[in-house]
């Protein structure tokens, strides 16, 4: 295999790319590949003779289901109950068995739900650009018929993953908490043992004896919030979210799961937005994960999943229009050439803004690219402050990283060349491009509601409010579609 070499861009030609301008900072495109094999030659089509009727191919025929026998029926009733223990509603209703084609039709509904998501791809917002594949459910249920294997065809469609099944057994957990009468609304006054109490709802660790200021900080960790031991006004708000939200997001983080792909690659980069973490994995093993500042409520993060193929060393910055139009521009030109910036011609006869690259640069030493239609990145950045805050959501979309470098040596270190060598590339001063020796898988999700080891749920702040609007649309799609599916009166629905 031949070894990746650092490729040098003059600056000017970084300069003169042209900043992409939907959600970030801009980003540079990955370089062109010509490809190493010619098309295919292509056989030129022949008109039908005259008089002649040219056939139309039939589509392939759906997959024909086998008869359901009485024992299968039976099943396939119980299991079609099973809807709200998936997160595919808040509640279900009683309704009575299906039989024949009714229920081979709720089955293949189910089916592809728990595989693919409950919500049609047509219903995703712009940003939740992590979308599942295609499923087609049909072949799978004739052979499991066919096979009588129902319960292991079932077993087989829910993500393969741990998040997805702590989950799971955390939604069993907060609707019985829910059916119990839920949890008491809390106020800076309410006696030790009052909050001792509403916090074991949710913690089993919690002892009647035990400090309050322990019981605090260790429910202030599993919210995310700077562990004081206080009960002061953000852990007051988290305490006092209603169980129902709860659920609400739990369910939301079910159907992300069920978006994503069943084999995850083993070496790849993780970046929860919510709780503005990078985690990197080698063998499907976490070996670094450092803090991040990630989209603003105004600057939302997308979902996505990509490729890291290089790394811009020294990067110059490229600012979108939206941001130099909003923050830049309105400060003058004067002040602008002051602080470092170049104002550029455009070919349109327009003007933009480059920050060149250097200590100030709001992209600081590093840029990792990976292609996506947002112009979104992960970056080094000059101002550090952020990351010793719990408070992270802050950028205009891109991914500002705690500790660059180290990320970058990770991604190089099986290049005996580029090993150990980010730093002193950074220290020469040049912008250059350094090509990864392999591809390096990225996936930004937005995780809100996840379980410990020892299946205690941890919740973060839904800052873009994508859980109830994805809580509402799950509803509302099953309400349309599922005969079990009941309305959710805590839940504002949305069609």
């Not at 909050?195 to 599993?222: C, H, K, M, N, Y």
């Not at 503005?276 to 994960?289: H, N, Y």
Request: proline share 9%; with cysteine.
């Amino acid at each position: 295999m031949n070894r990746s070499h650092p490729i040098r861009i003059p600056l000017l030609a970084l300069l003169g790319v042209s900043a992409l301008s939907l959600a970030a900072q801009g980003a540079a495109a990955p370089p062109v590949v010509a490809p190493t094999l010619s098309p295919p030659a292509q056989s030129t089509p022949t008109s039908p003779a005259p008089g002649m009727v040219q056939a139309i191919p039939a589509a392939p025929l759906p997959a024909p289901i086998p008869p359901l026998s009485a024992a299968q029926e039976a099943w396939a009733n119980d299991w079609l109950k099973q809807g709200a223990a998936q997160g595919l509603m808040a509640r279900q209703k009683a309704s009575g068995p299906l039989a024949g084609e009714a229920l081979v039709r709720a089955v293949l509904d189910r089916a592809k739900a728990l595989s693919t998501g409950r919500v049609d791809t047509a219903d995703f917002l712009e940003v939740w650009a992590l979308r599942p594949a295609p499923f087609d459910p049909r072949p799978s249920l004739a052979r499991a018929v066919a096979e009588d294997r129902l319960a292991q065809w079932a077993t087989s469609l829910t993500p393969p993953y741990a998040g997805y099944e702590g989950l799971r057994q955390g939604l069993v957990r907060y609707e019985t908490i829910r059916d119990e009468g839920g949890w008491p609304t809390l106020t800076a006054q309410s006696a030790p043992d009052v909050v001792r109490a509403r916090i074991a709802i949710e913690d089993s660790a919690v002892t009647p004896g035990e400090r309050l200021i322990d019981v605090l900080q260790r429910a202030q960790r599993r919210y995310g919030l700077n562990p004081t031991g206080l009960l002061d006004t953000r852990t007051l708000a988290a305490l006092n979210v209603s169980v129902d939200e709860r659920i609400a997001a739990i369910m939301a983080n079910m159907e992300r799961w069920r978006w994503m792909p069943r084999n995850l690659p083993v070496n790849r980069v993780q970046v929860n937005i919510a709780a503005a973490v990078l985690t990197m994995f080698e063998g499907d093993q976490p070996i670094s994960s450092m803090r991040a500042v990630t989209g603003s409520p105004d600057n939302a993060t997308p979902m996505l999943m990509s490729n890291i193929h290089s790394i811009v060393v020294n990067p110059p910055w490229n600012v979108p229009m939206s941001i130099a139009k909003r923050e830049l521009f309105p400060k003058g030109r004067a002040t602008l050439i002051k602080q470092g910036y170049k104002i550029v011609k455009t070919p349109e006869g327009g003007e933009r803004i480059v920050q060149p690259a250097g200590p100030n640069s709001a992209l600081g030493r590093l840029k990792f690219d990976f292609a996506n239609p947002f112009a979104v990145y992960l970056h080094d950045t000059p101002s550090r402050g952020k990351f010793s805050s719990y408070d992270r959501l802050a950028s205009h979309g891109c991914i500002r990283l705690e500790k660059p470098v180290s990320l970058a040596e990770l991604m190089v270190a099986s290049d005996p060349e580029l090993n150990g060598q980010i730093q002193s590339l950074i220290d020469e001063g040049k912008t250059q491009r350094v090509s990864l020796p392999q591809n390096v898988a990225v996936y930004l999700l937005y995780w809100t509601a996840f379980a410990s080891n020892n299946g205690t749920m941890s919740f973060r702040a839904d800052p873009y409010g994508w859980d109830k609007l994805l809580a509402s649309k799950i509803e509302a799609s099953s309400r349309r579609v599922d005969p079990t599916a009941a309305p959710a009166a805590t839940i504002a629905l949305k069609d």
